[in-house]
């Protein structure tokens, strides 16, 4: 049932110790009431107010975690930390924590929450909770608070890492996967996979932090949605667990309601806008043997963004977000981000189980009491740093209740328009459940928001809620929360809103995906060899489906689009699997000003030099991704690649300084990055589309793992190899015997001497296995890494000719297969045999025949030598194009040319530039022409 109640006024007269500043963080003057016990409070233990606090700092955000239910600031320093960008010192938010408050069944108003812990004032404590299966009744001991007023930081390479080298971290072999039974404990804490499945947390069983590496979540066969609840996420996640029966409750001054929270703080380090955000989940368990009626969960925050004097707030009611702008175009004093102020928002993605048949559509998807149903953001209201005031701090047990269930501390109901109170422009006197939502209310038609009120800037916080329900007794619920902050470039405060709510719609997807992140190929390691005033990068472990064949199905892009419109008739296209993922397609190598550079930093030119880019030869070309400015209203291109399409190579040779332009310097250091890069165009995306979601506005794909800084330092290798001189260099070449087959594979051909007085001296003239110079052979096999190189007999062979035939390198002479290549040979691609340090670059050559009408034509290259080049003792006749007597090679489209006669063979006229004019191949010749002629 929902309990109606009035509400009683209790008048108390607090005075202020002193004058507090007008910038004041926390609650000005001395208005706690931790003075005034509840008498009625039950307490099992007196556990320490917790102490531990930990920074999650894996991407650009350095976000403050602390046991006791709050976040984002030091309580014993008074200082905020939740700093972003990362390194800035500057800092969006000074506080936050949960709140929740409801009734019991004799009518008593129970609440947990916390805020500034002024005065001792407390509410929750670390550890999980006991209970007697007797009596029903809770209880922590110190001791257990005390073992728990801590964390576990967990990092998914380090699962990864786990599971595929057996390598351990502190935390991972102390996880506390299950709780203490025999103490009344539940048997089941910090989620984990059982490997063994025998219930018990031990990492020599192969258990570890649950992380769902697949990606494969279950489906809830009575809803048909993901369940994804029970898991670690992030590329790190710091969990803990806390309650509220550890000491009597002086924050709210409440009775214990029964609450054991384990919680875990998580964010991603991405090349996205989610690289700005983290994420917070509650796993909410009433252990009590109380129901709790007319129940509300709230999220609270001191927002505090940059200067904390100059703050407004409001909220999106659609995207169930609330969120802090600055007050005016400039965040100046102490602490201020400067012009163009960021925004910073909490988006309340999950809330409390509705109860069932409850005829409202809590989660705002235009169906009402289906089945799961969770409540979202239902409530937005904020309050003042003032004290004694209706809109300002709360001070006793109701207070904190009237705020979550969207009321003054008054009770009077907040009401629509001007300050909430009926008072200022657009003031009503219409009860509203959202305060300054601008025009996402749809309840209401006129906008609102603390501008159009005419409220000034000031210190300001928010508490934004999900009710109401009922918690049962040993009810799970699952709150999830995430923190989004953007700024704009221009615009003023108000476009960096836009540009949150933007980034929100960016984090709702992922929730909806269950925090699973386009991972993008992972970098390739790099190899290095240090040369004289030369540097050889070497791409390897590519041939893995981390790297180079990479494919990541992406759920954003939608199954059904409409394909074409036509007299307002709609045409859908279903997508695969395959046109729906992004897959591998090429490297960018970087030189990089230091160490210290990041994967963000690539944009700068000041910090990173793009060395190469090199992508498969395929359909893919330029690619380049849109995004939506907020200032101009219009998509903007930002073009990730250029036109290269030339191949897959594995191995760059440096020579050059590209923040100097001067060759490299010996004894001196230089850094380089490598980051992989995949692509999907399942629509070529159109700003001017009805829909453009229907189309791919963003078709690259930044790879985000494995990416690393490498120093190098060029060198004379005699001096720090033992003396040892190199007998090779890198690209040089292995003399080839060929076997069978023709062809020249595209390169220049130079037959040994041996071979060469073979064909002379036998009968037919011919060399059955002729061999070739090295480097100058039918197929490119090559020394990639002179110093590590290993010899050995390699034959290679191919199963055909054709576009998707292979080859496959053996050994020589027992034939045992080595490897074979990745890409059909008609891929441009470089296979390094990285156990030798040997390149393989075999692939069909098209369109460079002779006579076929390519731009080359076929023509590889032409020498004349000399025994004595001072005494060229023989000269061929030139041609010359038009000459009655010395036009006498006829490629080229001149009317006197062989396409006049129908016979187009050489349109660029290559072989009537061979030796400057002095040879051609017959076919070119005039009596061709005669004898077609005749």
Request: proline share 6%.
């Amino acid at each position: 049932m929902k309990i109606f109640r009035y509400k009683i006024t209790l008048s108390l007269v607090l005075m202020l110790a002193g004058s507090a500043a007008t910038f004041a963080k926390m609650n000005v003057g001395a208005n706690r009431l931790a003075s005034v016990p509840n008498t009625g409070a039950k307490t099992a233990a007196a556990c320490p107010v917790t102490q531990a606090q930990i920074d999650l700092d894996v991407n650009q955000v350095r976000a403050r975690v602390l046991v006791g239910g709050d976040l984002w600031w030091d309580p014993f320093g008074q200082t905020p930390y939740y700093e972003v960008p990362i390194g800035s010192n500057k800092n969006a938010l000074y506080s936050g924590a949960l709140w929740i408050g409801g009734f019991d069944q004799s009518n008593q108003l129970l609440v947990a929450a916390q805020t500034y812990r002024q005065q001792g004032a407390n509410d929750f404590w670390g550890g999980p909770i006991s209970r007697d299966n007797g009596t029903g009744a809770i209880s922590i001991s110190d001791a257990r608070c005390l073992e728990f007023d801590k964390f576990w930081t967990i990092k998914r390479e380090d699962v990864e890492n786990f599971l595929a080298n057996g390598v351990t971290t502190p935390d991972i072999e102390s996880w506390p996967g299950n709780g203490n039974v025999a103490n009344g404990e539940l048997p089941f804490l910090a989620p984990y996979f059982d490997a063994n499945n025998d219930g018990t947390y031990n990492h020599e069983d192969g258990d570890y932090p649950y992380f769902k590496l697949d990606g494969d979540y279950p489906t809830d066969p009575n809803t048909n949605e993901t369940v994804c609840n029970d898991y670690i996420f992030g590329d790190e996640s710091i969990w803990w667990v806390f309650n509220d029966v550890g000491n009597s409750k002086t924050e709210t001054n409440s009775n214990p309601i029964g609450l054991e929270i384990r919680a875990q703080a998580f964010a991603f380090n991405t090349t996205n806008n989610v690289n700005f955000m983290t994420f917070y989940k509650y796993q909410v368990i009433n252990r009590s043997s109380n129901e709790l009626d007319s129940t509300y969960f709230g999220v609270w925050c001191d927002p505090d963004l940059g200067n904390a004097s100059d703050d407004y707030v409001g909220c999106d009611v659609g995207l169930g977000l609330g969120y802090c702008y600055n007050g005016d175009p400039d965040d100046d004093g102490g602490g201020g981000y400067g012009l163009n102020p960021p925004a910073v928002g909490i988006d309340f993605f999950q809330g409390p189980l509705a109860d069932l048949n409850d005829g409202v559509d809590n989660n705002k998807d235009g169906r009402v009491d289906e089945p799961g149903e969770q409540i979202t953001m239902s409530r937005f209201v904020y309050y003042e740093n003032v004290n004694n005031v209706p809109n300002g701090n709360p001070a006793v047990t109701d207070d904190y209740y009237e705020y979550l269930s969207g009321s003054w501390l008054d009770g009077a109901p907040i009401t629509y328009g001007g300050n909430g109170k009926g008072i200022g422009p657009g003031a009503t006197t219409t009860p509203c459940e959202y305060m300054f939502p601008g025009t996402t209310d749809p309840k209401f038609s006129t906008p609102w928001t603390m501008v159009t009120a005419g409220i000034q800037p000031t210190d300001m916080r928010w508490l934004q809620s999900a009710g109401i329900f009922t918690l049962q007794p040993g009810a799970v619920n699952y709150i999830t929360t995430g923190v989004v902050w953007g700024r704009a470039t221009a615009g003023g405060p108000l476009a960096s809103v836009e540009v949150i709510k933007r980034s929100d719609d960016l984090a709702q997807r992922l929730f909806n995906n269950c925090f699973q992140v386009l991972d993008g190929p992972d970098a390739p390691e790099v190899a290095i060899r240090e040369m004289d005033q030369q540097i050889i990068l070497s791409l390897e472990n590519t041939r893995n489906d981390k790297v180079e064949l990479y494919s990541q199905f992406d759920k954003n892009i939608p199954g059904v689009i409409a394909d074409q419109i036509n007299d307002s008739t709609i045409v859908y296209d279903t997508l695969s699997i395959e046109e729906r993922s992004y897959k591998f397609q090429g490297y960018k190598v970087y030189q990089v000003s230091d160490e210290n550079v990041s994967i963000s930093d690539i944009s700068d030119p000041a910090k990173a030099k793009l060395l190469a880019q090199i992508d498969l030869e395929d359909d893919v070309t330029k690619l380049v991704n849109y995004s939506f400015d907020n200032n101009l209203q219009a998509f903007i291109p930002s073009q990730k690649t250029d036109d290269i399409n030339a191949g897959i190579t594995h191995n760059f040779i440096i020579t050059q300084d590209q923040f100097t332009l001067k060759p490299l310097a010996n004894y001196s250091p230089y850094y380089f990055m490598v980051i992989s890069y995949a692509s999907n165009n399942y629509r070529t995306f159109d700003a001017f589309s009805p829909d453009p979601v229907q189309t791919q506005a963003e078709p690259y794909l930044q790879g985000r793992k494995n990416v690393k800084i490498y120093s190098a330092i060029p060198h004379k290798p005699v001096v720090n190899n033992g003396g040892t001189v190199m007998n090779a260099a890198f690209g040089d070449g292995f003399k080839i015997k060929r076997i069978e087959g023709t062809g020249n594979g595209g390169n220049v051909l130079d037959l040994t001497s041996e071979t060469v007085a073979e064909i002379l001296g036998s009968a037919d003239n011919r060399a059955v296995n002729p061999v070739y110079e090295a480097g100058l052979g039918p197929i490119d096999v090559s020394i990639y890494d002179p110093l590590k190189v290993k010899g050995g007999g390699f034959r290679v062979r191919f199963n055909g000719v054709a576009d998707d035939s292979r080859y496959f390198i053996e050994n020589n002479p027992a034939g045992t297969l080595i490897d074979s290549s990745l890409f059909t040979l008609s891929n441009p691609y470089e296979q390094l045999l990285e156990n030798n340090k040997i390149a393989f670059n075999i692939f069909k050559i098209t369109g460079q025949e002779p006579g076929d009408g390519s731009d080359e034509n076929g023509f590889l290259e032409a020498t004349l030598t000399y025994s004595n080049p001072a005494k060229p003792w023989l000269t061929g006749v030139a041609d010359v194009d038009g000459s009655p007597t010395r036009d006498w090679i006829l490629s080229g489209t001149e009317s006197t040319d062989l396409a006049a006669a129908g016979i187009p063979l050489d349109r660029n006229s290559i072989y009537e530039g061979v030796l400057e004019g002095t040879w051609a191949p017959y076919k070119w010749l005039r009596v061709l022409l005669l004898e077609h002629q005749s």
